[in-house]
C-alpha cells in the first residue's frame, strides 16, 4: 500500500465567482493537466501552514484568509494523495507564476481548459454548487405569498431551493412544486424536491433532498443529478460521503422557530462534525446570508435557511 501523501490545495477565488488554476509544466506527472495550486505538507506543518508556503513559492501571493473547505483521497499510479483543500478569497501581491506552464481563471460550470487532474472532478461539481439554499415554508404563509418572495429572491440572486412542503395537500405540494421548479429553470437556478423522489422525477426537479430517515435506509445513491441530506451526526455525515452524495446539511448551528427543541451546536462544534469530510456541508439553523463567511470560517460550504432568505 503506498504511502498517503497529504497535500494543500487552493481554489483561489475572484468576486465573480471565478478560481483559479494551473497547467502542469512538462516535467511533472501529468503533464498539462490542469490543477489547483498548492503543493505537499511538509514534516511539522498544518495544511493552512503548508497552503501558505506553497502559495507564496509557486505564486508570489501573501494570503489573508483561507477558509477550510473539502478534504479528498486519491491514489494515483505514482502516490497516494490526501488532498486537503481550502478557499482563498482574498490574497495580497501580483500573482507571479513560477512553477506551471500556463495559469486560467475559470468558472465551474463553463470550463475551458482540459484535462483536470483526475481527483478535481468532485470537486469541479461542487463548485457548481451555490453557497446559499432557501427552503419554502409555502404551507406556513402561503402559496401565493411563498411564490412572490421566490420571484424576488430569485432576481436577488439565489440559486438553490429546497422545495419542502409538509403541510400543503399532494396535489397543492405537486403544483406549487411545479410553479418553483419553471421559475428556478428560467433563472438558472438548481430545484430541489424534499424527500419525495416519485415527485421529482415527475416535475423533472434537479435534485433532491433526503431527511435523516431517508439516509438511514438508504443503500445507494439516487439517480438524480443533485443528491442531498440532513444530518445531525459525524457519523451521518460520514454515510453520506460514502455514497458520494453532493452535499449535506448539518444543524441547528443556532436556534431555530423550526425545531425549538433541539439543542444548538455552535460554530465550534459545526466545525469539529465537518472537519476533513469530503461533501460540501451547509450551515443550518438561525442562520442568515450574512453570517456566510463566519459559516465559511468554520468549513461549511454555504448557508441553508428559511425565514432568513424571504424577503418581502
Known sequence: ????????????????????????AADTFYPGYWEFPGGKVEAGETPREALIRELNE???????VAWPWLTREHVYEHAHVNLHFFEVPAWHGEIHDRVHAALSWQHADTMSVAPMLPANGPILKALRLPRIMGITHAGEIGIDAQLAQLDTALTGGLRLVQIREPDLAPAE????ARAVVGRC??????????????????????????????LTALES?????????????RAELEKAAGLELDYALLGAVKPTLTHPERPALGWEAFSEMVRTLPLPVFALGGLTPEELNTAK?????????????WKD
Do not use: Y
Not at 445513491?221 to 451526526?233: I, L, N, Y
Open 173 to 176: 405540494r405537486e403544483a406549487f
Open 1 to 24: 500500500m503506498k504511502k498517503i501523501v497529504h497535500v494543500a490545495a487552493a481554489v483561489i477565488t475572484r468576486p465573480d465567482g471565478s478560481f483559479l488554476v494551473g497547467q502542469r
Open 221 to 233: 445513491r439516487p439517480d438524480f443529478e443533485w443528491v442531498g441530506t440532513a444530518c445531525h451526526s
Open 185 to 214: 429553470r428560467r433563472a438558472g437556478a438548481i430545484a430541489l424536491v424534499n424527500g419525495d423522489l416519485e415527485l421529482a422525477r415527475l416535475i423533472g426537479a434537479d435534485g433532491v433532498h433526503l431527511p435523516g430517515h431517508q
Open 58 to 64: 509557486e505564486l508570489d501571493m501573501e494570503v489573508d
Open 297 to 309: 470560517a468554520a468549513g461549511a460550504h454555504g448557508i441553508a435557511a428559511i425565514r432568513a432568505i
